[in-house]
C-alpha cells in the first residue's frame, strides 16, 4: 500500500497541535520545518520516557513529505520505538493531519528519528531495562 493511502495512524499518540498563521511560510503554507519540529519534540518526549533521562536527536532519516497542511488542521504526532540499542534508539514517527470540523486523517510526514541517551555532560549513556509508564496503565 502507497504510504499517502494509509488509513490508520501506527505508535502511540504523543502530540496533538493545531497549525496557526505563525507555523506558515511567507506563500501561506504550513512550514515544513514546523511540521519536522513538531515530530522532533515527540520523539524527544518518547525517548526521554523510555531511556529516563535527557536525549539528543542524533539522526533523522527517510522522512517524506506526502501531503500539505493548511492553517487551522489538526496536527496528531504518533511514535512508536522500534529499536532500542546500547545507548541510543530508534523512533518510527508519524504526523496525520485532521482537517477543521473533519473526522478525515491523511498521513502528512512520517520518518525515522535516532536519539541518544545522555548524561549531564552530553556524554551517552547506557539505556535502562524498560519499565511500565502511567500512561501505558491509562490505556
Ligand atoms: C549524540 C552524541 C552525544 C553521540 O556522541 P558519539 O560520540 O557519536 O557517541 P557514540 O559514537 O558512542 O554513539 C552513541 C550511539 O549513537 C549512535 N549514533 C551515533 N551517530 C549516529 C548517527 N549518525 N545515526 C544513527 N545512530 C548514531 C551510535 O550507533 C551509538 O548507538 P548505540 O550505543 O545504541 O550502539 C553526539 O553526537 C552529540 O552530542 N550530537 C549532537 C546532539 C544534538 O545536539 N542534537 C540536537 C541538534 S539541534
Known amino acids: ?33 514546523w511540521v519536522m519540529s513538531q515530530m522532533d519534540l515527540a520523539a ?3 525517548a526521554g ?5 535527557k536525549t539528543v ?4 532519516d527517510s522522512v517524506s513529505f506526502l501531503a500539505p497542511m493548511a492553517v487551522g488542521d489538526e496536527l ?11 545507548t541510543s534508539m530508534i523512533i518510527q514517527v508519524q504526523a496525520w493531519r485532521r482537517v477543521r470540523q473533519s473526522t478525515e486523517r491523511q498521513l ?9 541517551a545522555v548524561d549531564e555532560n552530553n556524554r551517552p549513556i547506557p539505556i ?3 519499565v511500565a509508564s502511567s500512561d501505558d496503565k491509562e490505556e
Not at 520516557?49 to 533521562?53: D, G, K, L, N
Not at 536527536?57 to 533523522?60: E, G, M, R, S
Not at 496528531?76 to 546500547?86: E, F, L, M, P, Q
Open 1 to 33: 500500500m502507497l504510504e499517502n493511502q494509509l488509513r490508520e495512524p501506527s505508535g502511540k499518540l504523543t502530540i496533538r497541535v493545531i497549525a496557526m498563521p505563525s507555523n506558515t511560510n511567507a506563500a501561506g503554507d504550513v512550514f515544513g520545518g
Open 76 to 86: 496528531s504526532v504518533y511514535t512508536d520505538i522500534v529499536k532500542v540499542g546500547r
Open 44 to 46: 524527544g518526549s518518547a
Open 108 to 116: 502528512v510526514t512520517q520518518g525515522k528519528f535516532v536519539f541518544v
Open 128 to 130: 535502562p531495562p524498560e
Open 49 to 53: 520516557v523510555r531511556a529516563r533521562s
Open 57 to 60: 536527536t542524533v539522526a533523522i
